[in-house]
């Protein structure tokens, strides 16, 4: 079945930088798209940025200029380069597909805490 493993995230002073990761397995993952989710305490899971099957980045206009998310089909891995962190970007990031309508089962998450 599908499995997503979700790592590095941290604790980052504001305006420091992190890179997340997102190990995939079960799908055929060159031919699938996928997204990096945010959740803040108190708050809906939002879609923070994504990927084509074809390498194409789309970002939401919060972190847009400061994040990039890159993919290596080699290594069956999506990864979420975060810069100019503030301590609004301070949530639980997950990877799952996107576009889609039923997600695969979430992983863990990983949590990013920007705080001085």
């Known amino acids: 079945q599908v499995q997503l493993v979700e790592s590095g995230g941290g604790l980052v002073q504001p305006g420091g930088s992190l890179r997340l990761s997102c190990a995939a397995s079960?799908?055929?993952?060159?031919?699938?798209?996928f997204g990096w989710y945010r959740q803040a305490p108190g708050k809906q899971r939002v879609l923070v940025a994504s990927?084509?099957?074809?390498?194409?980045?789309n970002y939401a206009d919060s972190v847009k200029g400061r994040f990039t998310i890159f993919r290596d089909n080699h290594e069956n891995t999506v990864y979420l380069q975060m810069n100019s962190l503030k301590p609004e970007d301070a949530a639980v990031y997950y990877c799952?597909?996107?576009?889609?309508?039923?997600?695969?089962?979430w992983g863990q998450g990983t949590q990013v805490t920007v705080s001085s």
């Open positions: 079960g799908m055929v993952f060159s031919t699938k798209g």
């Open positions: 990927i084509t099957s074809g390498s194409t980045p």
């Open positions: 799952n597909a996107y576009p889609t309508a039923v997600f695969w089962s």
